[in-house]
């Protein structure tokens, strides 16, 4: 990785501490590797990103549904999905420093790239998160922490069929942790212990497969295409067949151009009708969809959309992190994020804390609109200050309450991207807001 490029990863680790966006998971113990908390502005954000999901991937749709599966399952479920067997990476481990790697993730694999060192040979190991269910030693149950967040899906696939209206064609959803003991978490929040998935498994017909394969792989990269800035820093790439998941017929990755180079951020899998025939043969259960017109009963075909939510939204803040020079000489630090993500719509200030009635006009501003939008209020002296820290979170306006507001009632909105200011009546906000944000 060239210089430039490691100095915006560590550019966005600093602003996501600075700005309470993403910390250390247990810093104050010097922390644990591949875990992260999100705080006060990256809580918002991410809540935002899930949220965006969820509106185009199942409010706006009629043949996709949710779910809210647990983290742990029947250690079987491992077993039948194959991820016992096949779940693993393998291991390599430096003679000298003992830096340990995956070989595929490296450049050469005779060197260790820390201190020249020759590296053992290759070890596989299981990357499952392993736990016990019970209370008394002796008679506790083995099972796992979720590798994958799909699995509940496969699970509660007859339970939704049979308690709703749901006919072939449809797709369930979640969002929700999954747990990999990685041997290098690397990159901030690209490749972590702790993460979330969002996943849509879409059943049809064999027949269907291509249709449907297709126009998910075109329907997801739409939606990212419509939120990154950088469209060219987006694209395809198909797995060779050396590559595909044991599962899987046919992959596609939408790749990221990320600061270490082109990286998966949600895959398109053609995983067939493995899933459901593997746990019916585990589980002793007929998974099967009957056809009510044609009276017919097959395994559905599944089609994957499998996507990273930290990882992705890691991305977003690359694409959208900005630098730009002013004319005092100063750095201006912000970022271009979509105002329907923002972590605040939009920040509200007096422009004197010290004068009660500016304060008393922009609070009540404040309160009118905070029950209807993500707002921030900012009452400190100084408007350079408060500009900034409002660019460096994303927050795309600025409402500032000064003399004038008193005389006329209108009241300044200073633009993120650009700086500009406008002037508009207070009572006008409510509507403005609406409509930029629509």
Not at 195 to 223: G, V
Request: hydrophobic share 35%; charged share 25%; glycine share 6%.
């Amino acid at each position: 990785m060239l210089s430039g490029q490691n100095d915006l990863v560590a550019k966005i680790v600093s602003l996501c501490k600075r700005r309470g966006i993403v910390f250390q998971n247990s810093e104050i113990y010097g922390g644990i590797q591949g875990f992260y908390d999100y705080g006060p502005i990256g809580s918002l954000l991410k809540n935002n990103w899930k949220s965006l999901w969820l509106k185009n991937n199942v409010q706006e749709r009629s043949d996709v549904v949710l779910i809210d599966g647990a983290i742990i399952t029947h250690p079987k479920v491992w077993e039948a999905s194959g991820h016992v067997k096949n779940f693993g990476d393998e291991l390599i481990e430096c003679k000298s420093c003992h830096q340990r790697f995956r070989p595929d993730l490296i450049d050469n694999v005779t060197k260790c790239p820390e201190c020249g060192g020759e590296f053992t040979n290759p070890k596989k190991f299981n990357i499952l998160f392993k736990t016990e269910i019970g209370v008394i030693e002796g008679e506790k149950i083995p099972a796992y922490l979720r590798g994958e967040a799909c699995q509940n899906i496969y699970l509660d696939f007859k339970n939704i069929v049979d308690s709703s209206r749901v006919k072939i064609p449809f797709g369930i959803a979640q969002i929700g942790k999954a747990f990999r003991n990685e041997i290098t978490p690397k990159n901030f929040l690209y490749r972590t212990r702790e993460f979330e998935q969002w996943d849509i498994q879409f059943f049809c017909q064999e027949k269907d497969m291509n249709q449907y394969y297709e126009y998910w792989k075109e329907t997801r990269m739409a939606w990212y295409q419509g939120l990154f800035n950088q469209k060219e820093s987006l694209r395809f790439r198909q797995h060779q067949k050396n590559e595909l998941a044991f599962y899987a017929q046919k992959a596609f990755d939408i790749e990221f151009e990320a600061p270490w180079g082109w990286t998966e951020m949600e895959g398109i899998h053609w995983r067939g009708d493995y899933d459901l025939t593997q746990h019916s043969k585990y589980s002793h259960q007929d998974l099967s969809y009957l056809d009510r017109t044609t009276g017919k009963k097959f395994i559905p075909h599944i089609v994957e959309a499998s996507g990273g939510v930290d990882r992705s939204l890691f991305f977003l803040l690359l694409d959208a992190y900005q630098e730009q020079k002013l004319d005092n000489g100063e750095t201006r630090i912000f970022l271009k994020l979509n105002p329907k993500l923002s972590a605040y719509k939009m920040a509200i200030f007096p422009l004197a804390a010290n004068k009660p009635e500016l304060v008393s006009l922009a609070e009540n501003l404040y309160t009118d609109l905070s029950k209807k939008y993500s707002l921030d209020f900012d009452d400190s002296s100084n408007i350079g200050k408060k500009y900034r820290r409002q660019d460096e979170i994303g927050t795309p306006w600025c409402a500032v309450i000064d003399y004038q507001s008193l005389e006329d009632g209108t009241l300044s909105i200073r633009d993120r991207d650009t700086m500009s200011q406008i002037r508009i009546k207070i009572e006008e906000i409510d509507s403005w807001l609406s409509y930029k944000l629509n």
